[in-house]
């Protein structure tokens, strides 16, 4: 079993920088795949987007909304993930969740966290 909790969500103006973190807990040793997605206002779960993830060897995936302006990393010694988030849109406002998965994966979903809220005012 995984724990993942998300921070660094918050309210910013178009433009601004966010860097969202996710501490991960438990097996974290079998975490080969990690990711960010997002679910925006108005949108059903099952309309979450894939923002980004990361493999263990390093290779990262972005959608294409947000390539150029986000940066998927992964801090192994501190078992934390994060996004930087630059340059952010009033369309990247959504409950951004933090994911992760025992396989490679670019698409990983296995175990989530709560949720933190990021909202672009224009």
């Known amino acids: 079993q995984v724990q993942l909790v998300e921070s660094g969500g918050g309210v910013v103006q178009a433009g601004g920088s966010l860097r969202l973190s996710c501490a991960a807990s438990?097996?974290?040793?079998?975490?080969?795949?990690m990711g960010w997605v997002r679910q925006a206002p108005g949108k059903k779960r099952e309309e979450r987007e894939l923002v980004a993830s990361i493999l263990s060897g390093g290779r990262s995936y972005y959608a294409d909304s947000v390539k150029g302006r986000f940066a998927i990393s992964r801090d192994n010694d501190k078992n934390t993930l994060y996004l930087q988030m630059d340059n952010l849109k009033p369309e990247d406002t959504a409950i951004y969740y933090c994911?992760?998965?025992?396989?490679?994966?670019?698409?990983?979903?296995?175990?989530w966290g709560q949720g933190t809220q990021v909202t672009v005012s224009s």
């Open positions: 438990g097996n974290v040793l079998s975490i080969l795949s």
């Open positions: 994911t992760a998965e025992f396989i490679e994966t670019t698409v990983p979903n296995d175990y």
